[in-house]
């Protein structure tokens, strides 16, 4: 289950995609792709950018197959696939699908264990883990004959984002993509800094005015949309969703202080916004009505846009700290190698190359990525605004994703979630926290007997 289930829609893709942002709806042609044009200029690499102790050919004239979805990612690998093709002589196959049409396709492909895709995006990391679908890649990696280690740099992408793929010590996928949540504030509208959560309150009460609600985040009472920015809130207060033990620790006392600091929160939010998802709150601090919303990074650009009614006045910051504590809630999107796959060194071949620091690089135009290296894009910074790119990229560096990876890699997460999300909503339409969280304890300890 992902956080963001239509986050390509704010992503203008190629003839394949329409966007409509004020709707939030996208329509899409499903065309079956095979790359064979354009190479290195046209994606903006240069040979030379791969020069390793590797034989990129060794695996030429081979096809491979990958399973992929509309997604900000695949507008930059679209661009770049011709390039590897190139590159290495394998020829990359793929049908580019919605997600509500790709994700049920290509689990029935692994559930009845196909030999294709053999590279797939993962979008249940924990139930393709606990099902065996993905090839551990540590093998891959320790090859001198398919990985020049020197070259890939792998401690160059986002350490969190690789303990988040790592089952029982064994590196089941790699991160593509890398968001963390963060505090979007107008500061045309809140001029003083927010560094904690009374300060955050403060703010809130004294941004609404008129037409302009001092603070909103999601509030809709389903699993994939508010555990995650509650998740901030819950990690900063010393919280978590399941424990090491894998046993649901909805409602502690860290859990119940953080609802009750979130729901009052929502008193300063837009009316209806209790059952609002991402989309309502994006377009509400993007239209001006809203100074600040709690979300994920990938936004950032977005909201600075032309188009936006805060421009350069919109600004990223770090959660505010609970008792000293700041912890961001964070996602990294990952990429595998199906297990049944009888081509896995050509498949290794392409996520090694996929996730390269080269083409982490390019992509960052597009989608932002999981390599530190990629962040210091200067185009892609611009875009972002310096600052908030410097205070994301260390945060993406340095957040502890303990606490997010023991529920989201939980193969039965979504029933959990969905039971906190009911929680979280009936508390800021005005329930008791301490109530609803013993409630939704009770359907997740039945939901993870």
């Not at 792709?33 to 240069?46: H, P």
């Not at 508010?226 to 424990?243: A, D, E, H, I, K």
């Not at 993007?286 to 006045?313: I, V």
């Amino acid at each position: 289950m992902q956080i963001f289930k239509t986050r390509s829609l704010l992503v203008k893709s190629s003839k394949k995609v329409a966007i409509v942002l004020g709707a939030f709806t996208f329509a899409m042609i499903p065309t079956l792709q095979s790359s064979s044009a354009a190479g290195f200029k046209q994606a903006g690499l240069e040979a030379s950018d791969f020069k390793s102790s590797i034989d990129w050919q060794q695996f030429k004239g081979t096809t491979i197959d990958i399973g992929v979805q509309t997604h900000p990612w695949m507008v930059a690998m679209e661009k770049l696939i011709p390039q590897f093709e190139e590159l290495t002589g394998i020829k990359v196959s793929y049908e580019l699908l919605g997600e509500d049409v790709s994700v049920p396709k290509i689990k029935q492909q692994l559930s009845a264990g196909s030999a294709t895709p053999d590279v797939f995006m993962v979008n249940a990391l924990g139930q393709a883990a606990a099902s065996g679908w993905l090839e551990p890649l540590d093998q891959f990696v320790n090859d001198p004959k398919l990985t020049d280690k020197s070259w890939y740099n792998i401690d160059d992408i986002f350490k969190g984002g690789r303990s988040l793929a790592t089952f029982d010590g064994k590196l089941l996928a790699m991160p593509i993509t890398a968001e963390c949540q963060v505090l979007f504030v107008r500061t045309d509208l809140v001029k003083k800094p927010v560094k904690t959560i009374k300060q955050l309150m403060v703010a809130a009460k004294a941004a609404t005015k008129g037409k302009v609600a001092g603070f909103s985040s999601r509030g809709m009472a389903t699993g994939n949309e508010t555990p995650w920015p509650f998740g901030g809130f819950s990690f900063s207060s010393g919280g978590q969703y399941l424990n090491a033990a894998g046993k649901p620790v909805l409602n502690s006392k860290a859990n119940i202080s953080a609802l009750k600091k979130y729901a009052s929160l929502m008193k300063y939010a837009p009316k209806g916004a209790s059952g609002w998802a991402w989309p309502e709150n994006y377009k509400a601090i993007h239209d001006g009505t809203l100074a600040m919303f709690p979300d994920s990074s990938a936004f950032t650009a977005g909201l600075r846009d032309a188009t936006s009614a805060g421009k350069k006045n919109l600004n990223v910051f770090p959660m505010p700290s609970i008792k000293g504590n700041s912890t961001s809630n964070v996602w990294f999107w990952t990429t595998g190698i199906n297990s049944k796959s009888e081509k896995k060194g050509a498949a290794w071949l392409f996520l090694q190359w996929a996730t390269s620091a080269p083409v982490a690089y390019q992509s960052q135009l597009d989608v932002t990525t999981a390599r530190a290296s990629a962040w210091k894009n200067p185009a892609a910074a611009a875009a972002m605004g310096k600052k908030n790119t410097a205070t994301i990229s260390q945060i993406l560096a340095t957040v502890d994703t303990t606490a997010m990876a023991l529920a989201w890699t939980n193969a039965n997460w979504p029933q959990v979630a969905d039971a906190l999300a009911r929680a979280v909503n009936k508390t800021i339409t005005g329930g008791d926290a301490k109530e609803e969280l013993d409630k939704a304890q009770k359907i997740a300890l039945k939901a993870l007997k």
